[in-house]
């Protein structure tokens, strides 16, 4: 038995994404984006819904381009920070002490202490109502040194993502539930 709760925007999980961009005076900003993710592989390609409002947009379509830096649990208040204030009249990344590194690829920051880097060029936006969704071409992905890509993945414990539970908190990840494209064929005829 089901109940409607209307057409409304609820879905789990999400990422909180932290988007650097550079604003018109060449500032480095930051702001938290729940509603995004890898959406092709060939270009591999990675898309963000932002509202005009933010300061983000203008930086975004000026520059035709952003970055997603993925932040670890550590990180939590200052994601929590840079979704609440504007870089319009914040200077984000000195009241969080995050470190901005202009990405060597495309013309946006990225955050230093976050242990996974997406790099972004602007592909294509497409105007939703609420919100644009730009669909960035990934230039690059940099992980932290020290995390083990040797089998061509990163550990999602290792990595530490914060996984934002929509108009709640924050949470961690959680266990392992079995290899994909595996558990599944023991219900193979
Ligand atoms: C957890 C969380 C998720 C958010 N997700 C989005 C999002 O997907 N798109 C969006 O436009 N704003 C989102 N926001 C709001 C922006 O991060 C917020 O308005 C921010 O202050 C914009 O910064 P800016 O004006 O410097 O670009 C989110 C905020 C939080 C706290």
Redesign the pocket.
């Given at each position: 038995m089901k109940k409607s709760l209307g057409a409304r925007t609820l879905s789990f999980p999400l990422p909180?994404f932290l988007v650097g961009s550079y604003d018109e005076e060449g500032r480095a900003?930051l702001?938290?984006?729940?509603?995004?993710g890898i959406v092709c592989s060939e270009p591999p390609c990675l898309a963000?819904?932002?509202?005009p409002s933010?300061?983000?947009?203008s930086a975004i379509v000026k520059n035709k381009a952003f970055t997603v830096s993925i932040p670890n649990s550590r990180l939590a208040a200052a994601?929590?920070y840079?979704?609440?204030?504007?870089?319009?009249d914040h200077d984000?990344f000195a009241r969080t002490g995050l470190t901005p590194v202009k990405s060597d690829l495309v013309n946006a920051p990225y955050v230093d202490e976050s242990p996974l880097i997406i790099e972004c060029q602007l592909h294509n936006s497409l105007e939703l109502g609420s919100?644009t969704l730009f669909v960035g071409c990934i230039a690059d992905v940099k992980a932290e040194a020290d995390l083990d890509f040797s089998r061509g993945s990163l550990d999602i414990n290792e990595v530490d993502p914060i996984i934002?539970n929509s108009g709640g908190d924050y949470h961690k990840v959680g266990a392992s539930l079995g290899k994909a494209y595996s558990i599944g064929m023991a219900l193979k005829a």
């Amino acid at each position: 038995m089901k109940k409607s709760l209307g057409a409304r925007t609820l879905s789990f999980p999400l990422p909180a994404f932290l988007v650097g961009s550079y604003d018109e005076e060449g500032r480095a900003n930051l702001m938290t984006a729940a509603w995004g993710g890898i959406v092709c592989s060939e270009p591999p390609c990675l898309a963000v819904a932002i509202r005009p409002s933010r300061w983000t947009f203008s930086a975004i379509v000026k520059n035709k381009a952003f970055t997603v830096s993925i932040p670890n649990s550590r990180l939590a208040a200052a994601v929590d920070y840079v979704g609440m204030f504007s870089g319009k009249d914040h200077d984000k990344f000195a009241r969080t002490g995050l470190t901005p590194v202009k990405s060597d690829l495309v013309n946006a920051p990225y955050v230093d202490e976050s242990p996974l880097i997406i790099e972004c060029q602007l592909h294509n936006s497409l105007e939703l109502g609420s919100h644009t969704l730009f669909v960035g071409c990934i230039a690059d992905v940099k992980a932290e040194a020290d995390l083990d890509f040797s089998r061509g993945s990163l550990d999602i414990n290792e990595v530490d993502p914060i996984i934002y539970n929509s108009g709640g908190d924050y949470h961690k990840v959680g266990a392992s539930l079995g290899k994909a494209y595996s558990i599944g064929m023991a219900l193979k005829a």
